[in-house]
């Protein structure tokens, strides 16, 4: 499965209910916020090689992209 259909698949199961109990025989469960993590670094990875010009990367942090120049980020400023 590729990450597109397991992001699909996780929406499809939250929006027909299947998350809705911590230990609710029969509910799929699943890491939403695992999940939110690996498709924002997925993300970050695609940004960093498709979009971001020379000398900048793109990071995220709280559901936010930032684009910053790599000395930026390497000295935390």
């Known amino acids: 499965m590729t990450r597109e259909n397991d992001a699909l698949a996780v929406v499809?199961?939250?929006?027909?209910?299947?998350?809705e109990g911590a230990f609710t025989p029969g509910v799929q469960h699943v890491d939403l916020i695992g999940e939110v993590d690996g498709l924002a670094d997925a993300a970050e990875?695609?940004?960093?090689?498709?979009?971001?010009?020379?000398?900048?990367?793109?990071?995220?942090?709280?559901?936010?992209?930032?684009?910053?120049?790599?000395?930026?980020?390497a000295d935390g400023s």
Request: glycine share 10%; charged share 20%; aromatic share 24%.
């Open 12 to 19: 499809a199961a939250y929006n027909d209910g299947r998350f």
């Open 45 to 73: 990875a695609w940004l960093n090689e498709h979009v971001a010009p020379p000398g900048h990367s793109f990071g995220w942090f709280n559901g936010e992209f930032f684009l910053r120049a790599d000395r930026d980020w």
